[in-house]
Structure formats: C-alpha cells, structure tokens
C-alpha cells in the first residue's frame, strides 16, 4: 500500500525500531529468527553459510539505513578493521591517530613489520598535519573521538584533504555511533564499528561492521568476508539487532547521566583533569598522582566494575595504562568511565566515595 507518509524521512529512533522487519503480512513473524543453519538447498542466492544469513542480512539493514549507506557485517569489531586495511595494496600508507583504539595501533604496526604497508600516526585534532599526511597516503583511518584520550577530529576538513589526494577515508565510529555522527554524510568511504559495544550495548555479544558509501567497496568486503571466513555468528547478528533497537533510548540516557557526572565531577581534589567532548556516554578522568591512585580507584567501588570494554548498560571503567600496548602519551592515571544506565546518583556517589578516599 502506498501513501503520502511513506516519502516522509523517518528519524534515526524509527528507523532502528522499524528496519530488518520481516513484511507486515500476516503470520510474517515480528522479528527475524535465528538462523542456524550453514548450507541452504541449491540454486538460490546464498548457497552456504560463509556467503550470507538471514539474521545478518536483518542487522545489516537496520545499521545501513541508521549510518546511511551498505552494512557488511563482521566477527568482531577488529575483523571489521582488519578487513578494511586489506583494501589498501600491499605497501600502500595508512594515516591514522597515534591515539587510536589499541588494537589497531597495533595491527597497523603489525602490518608494518611485515612490510604489508606503511603507518603513518598523526595528531588527529591537527588537521593542517593530517593534511600534509594525506599527500602519500592509500587511506586516512580515523577515530573521533579517539579511544580513550577522547580528541575530536575535523570530519569534513580531513575528508576533503584526503580525498584531494585519492585515499580512502574510513571512520571508526563506535564511540559516538550512527546517532551522534554520520561520517558518510561528510564524505567519508567507509565507517566502522565494534558492534560489540554501543551496538550490542549489553556486554553479551562480540560483533563488527563496517558500512560503506559506495556498492563497490561493500562488495570488496563481502569478497574479503565470503574467502576468509570473518563471519558473524547467527545468534550474535541477533543479538547484536536486538540491541541496536534500544540503542537510541540507551544512548540519550547514558549521555545524560555522563553529562551530569562530568558537571558534578568537576573540580574533585583527586582529579587533575575531566576530559569529556561533549557528547556521547565516555568520559575519561585523569587521578591525581598517577598510576597508584588510579589503581586503589577501580578496586574501591561497588557499583563501577573494573573491566575492559564499554558501551553496556553497566557502567564500567578502567585505568588504560595497565595495558602495555597502550599509547605512554596517555596519562598513567587515566580512567576510562563508561557510564551505563545506572541512577546518576547512585554512580555519583559511589564514584566520589572512592575518589574522596583516596585522600
Ligand atoms: C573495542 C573497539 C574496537 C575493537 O572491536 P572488537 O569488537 O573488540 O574487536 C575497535 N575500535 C574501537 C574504538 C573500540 O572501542
């Protein structure tokens, strides 16, 4: 049935309630199922379970219509990234911020080794450097804002710039997802994502995703995807789905409570800095005296759990350093908050419980 709504845009909150739904027809069912099932009876369009899924294919529409562009989904966050580096040839330079998430750091440094290409690390926030940096570069890989020193990078000038010199610019945007940001829409290739994080947004699945502005590139990923086996697990694709449904309401609360929390924070005698760009639910605190006090922090509260990762419902953080891999331009007393869906009170006052401890 066609009527005059269906041209109106929808907002984002709609669209993830309302994308990867099976038909409206009757006994369709509401969502799509779990696929378990790897080979798929002969002459159709999928054949096995390497080249496609159903519970995939529901994710990624929903992604692809939030972020605006074709979705290819992933096993992980680092599977989305790893596949994305691939399309550089071999030798070729990637530009990327010295303060990246770890991980890629050190596959970018990874690749060097072997002579599979070359990085090039820049300050993100210094767009005239990262302008220069695009002059040899294959691709332009960034994070804004940057995981866990939180710098915000100029989309558009460094899209512009790079592209001026033909590379491909791929955005990591698990830190302030398709809500907050839409890289596509300023230019950028291709955005990533560790949909195990915000995505997911239950600490429960491990799952990436990269989306691409062009047909071309997503079906270079599928490729990479189909021949090397990446894949995402059925029940994650759904998992990861049923997540990014609440995500909007998730998002508006956690950034919300860290908003207040940053306000409330402000000052605090252990505290030597309160990084925060303004936006998004991660919020990075640097303890007074460094590595020690940071450590006595995560060990002394009871609602705040010391652990890796973030984007969940439960506030989690943790002290960056502790990872060796980890930038040393990072302060040792670095605290990475991810604030979850807790009562800001609650999370308020156990937080300044420790840190008032620390004395
Ligand atoms: C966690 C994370 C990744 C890696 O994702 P995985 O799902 O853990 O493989 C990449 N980029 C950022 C910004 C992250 O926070």
Redesign the pocket.
Known sequence: MHDANDEMPLHPDTMAIIAGRPPHEPDQPMSVPVHLTSTYVAGGQVEYGRYGNPSWTAFEETLGALEGGHCVSFA????A?AAVFDLVEPGGTIVAPRHS?T??VAALAEREEHGRAKALFVDITDTAAVAEACADAAMVWF?TPT?PALEVADITAIVRAAHAHGAIVAV?N??ATPLLQRPLEHGADIVVH????YISGHSDV???AAVTASDELAAALVQRRSLYGAIPAPLEAFLALRGLRTLPVRLERAQATAQELVRRLDGHPALEEVRYPGFGAIVSIVVRGGADPADALVGRTRLWVHAT??GGVESTFERRRRWPLEQPTIPEGLVRLSVGLEHVDDLHRDLVGALDSLG
């Open positions: 992980s966050g680092m599977a990234i998430y991980g890629t994070e995981n990591d698990t830190f560790s949909a195990t994080k491990l799952m990436g990762s973030l």
